[in-house]
RNA sequence: GGUGGGGUGGCCGAGAGGCGAGGCAACGGCCUGCAAAGCCGUGUACGCGGGUUCGAAUCCCGUCCCCACCUCCA
């Protein structure tokens, strides 16, 4: 009845213990919305949407704090990519891309089902949260100005005995790439809280602080944010396994430097590989989110995503969505198989097995086992004609589905595609009759002559008991 | 090199000492005019080599291979 959780920081599964009884405040890296949405993302925030239905599920009252990293290094550079494509048109100012890109995140999310947060935070909305917790570690010796007038602030990572408490990374050999250059910190282990404003960045781009205008650094963003919307202390951290090192156990150095215990559990999601493959620009093998949403109906795509267990990495390949769409429209077919048999659902009840695989670290695998079991009982049921099983096993469906957002039931089509539908229907039963007909004269082959016409069109006919049923194949 | 995570049947993907989760695909059967859908059944699965045990995919020892992070990344 408890719900465990796997934490990065002790390696083991761990009893959910809320700071509050019966709340629960969750911090989930977003995006930093340089371009646009991708297979990754969707993963990792539908991970975090399951787990908050299932918590609410569980009578919890759920705050979820999602940010939104919207001034970054990233960000400059791809506006700045972009100026000299087109002289004749001015290119957007940074701060508009970043925006574009959120909307096309926000669009992403809600076409698969995942819930809005409960706030969904802006870093640049958030500076004076970050120019102060700098200042609480600069006054506790946890951090140091650059003394060469550049206006960065850096944490002093030797200060803090408590680092690489996340990952147990030693720290000593964090030097290379982009950090190499020093710059003005004492170590190559320190890493920046606050990037002084320099002359070819964009006077938008810097806000004033105490020790020079500037920007935040990556990591601080989501150490303010959390506190600022969480409390000091709060009950889980989420975010992509990539983000372990060093953006987690530095949010978690800085956090806990300034004198808040922070996150008490730190779960990260498995990432996506796409055939095999990580996904990368060079490779030419990113998957976006339109690609997806293209490719299949938006609960087919949630439920490819979401099947495998949220932990482990997770290889898009090409027949994912084609196995999703099968096991989606199992789920369907039952209910429609009852209802074409008169047998309304009863009671949405959630059956304890399920119940126990999601409290055991959201396992949907297992969960989704119980699901398909059910659905095959129910189709028992409905060939033996016992109807009180059939009714439970529908409602138990119902609700299984409910709570992880595959329910093809809710995901009824936009209403302006009605008309569309109604015109093909007319069309369609115009031919039903025909072959009905035929079908009384049996003259099969013009019968099956009105079918293969049909299944052509990627129409499928089931003939039952009282009458022939058809659907747009994958629909 | 350091830090983590893995190798399960044709494919995806759970499980973690004892009846072969589940989905997809395949094959056989029931049903059907034939199909479709649904149901039933079939497959000597657990990287390799040892060991412990009445019993191991699960524990122990050894060994091979893969992935992620350590530089920005969900």
């Not at 508009?96 to 909305?125: D, K, S």
């Not at 944010?225 to 969480?230: D, H």
């Not at 097995?353 to 009982?377: C, Q, S, Y």
């Not at 007319?426 to 013009?446: C, S, Y």
């Amino acid at each position: 009845m408890t719900v465990r959780l796997y934490d990065t920081r002790s390696q083991s599964l761990q009893d959910l213990d809320p700071v509050v009884p019966g709340r629960v405040g969750m911090y989930v890296c977003g995006p930093t919305v340089q371009s646009s949405p991708h297979i990754g993302h969707l993963r990792s925030a539908l991970s975090y949407d399951l787990l908050r239905r299932w918590l609410e599920h569980r009578g919890y009252a759920v705050t979820l704090i999602r940010n939104v990293t919207d001034i970054d290094d990233k960000i400059l550079n791809a506006v700045r990519r972009q100026e000299p494509a087109d002289s004749s048109r001015q290119a957007d100012p940074w701060w508009a891309h970043a925006y574009r890109v959120e909307l096309e995140f926000t669009a992403a999310y809600t076409a698969i089902g995942v819930l809005p947060p409960t706030n969904e935070p802006r870093a640049t909305g958030n500076i004076g949260a970050m120019v102060d917790l700098i200042g609480r570690l600069i006054d506790r010796g946890h951090a140091y100005p650059a003394t060469d007038g550049s206006g960065d602030v850096y944490f002093d990572v030797g200060s803090w005995p408590g680092y690489g408490t996340l990952t147990r990374q030693a720290g000593d050999a964090l030097l290379s790439g982009e950090e190499a250059d020093t710059r003005a910190r004492r170590s190559p282990r320190d890493f920046a809280l606050w990037k002084g404003h320099k002359p070819e960045e964009p006077e938008s781009a810097a806000w004033p602080a105490p020790w020079g205008a500037g920007r935040p650094g990556w990591h601080i963003e989501c150490s303010a944010m959390a506190e600022r919307y969480l409390g000091p202390e709060f009950d889980i951290h989420g975010g992509g396994l990539d983000l372990r090192f060093p953006h987690h156990e530095n949010e978690l150095a800085q956090s806990t430097a300034s004198g808040v215990p922070f996150a008490r559990l730190w779960v990260h999601n498995g990432l996506v590989t796409v055939n095999g493959q990580k996904m990368s620009k060079s490779l030419g093998n990113s998957v976006y989110a339109s690609d997806l949403l293209g490719a299949a109906r938006p609960v087919v795509v949630r439920y490819a995503l979401a099947a495998a267990h949220y932990r482990s990495d997770r290889d898009f390949q090409d027949g994912s969505l084609v196995e999703a769409e099968e096991a989606v429209g199992r789920i369907e077919r039952l209910f429609e198989r009852a209802a074409a048999a008169g047998i309304d659902a009863a009671a949405a009840v959630i059956p304890e097995a399920f119940a126990a695989a999601m409290d055991d670290d959201l396992g949907v695998p297992e969960a989704l086992a119980v699901l398909h079991d059910t659905v095959r009982r129910g189709n028992q049921a409905i060939d033996a004609g016992d109807t009180d099983v059939v009714a439970h096993a529908v409602g138990a469906v119902h609700a299984m589905a409910g709570v992880l957002g595959v329910d093809p039931t809710t995901w009824q089509a936009a209403p302006g595609g009605d008309r569309t539908h109604d015109a093909l229907a007319g069309l369609v039963e115009r031919l039903l009759e025909e072959r009905a007909t035929a079908r009384r004269n049996r003259d099969w082959a013009a019968a099956d002559r009105v079918r293969d016409t049909l299944t052509a069109a990627g129409i499928v006919l089931e003939d039952g008991a009282d009458g022939t049923r058809w659907s747009v194949d994958g629909r």
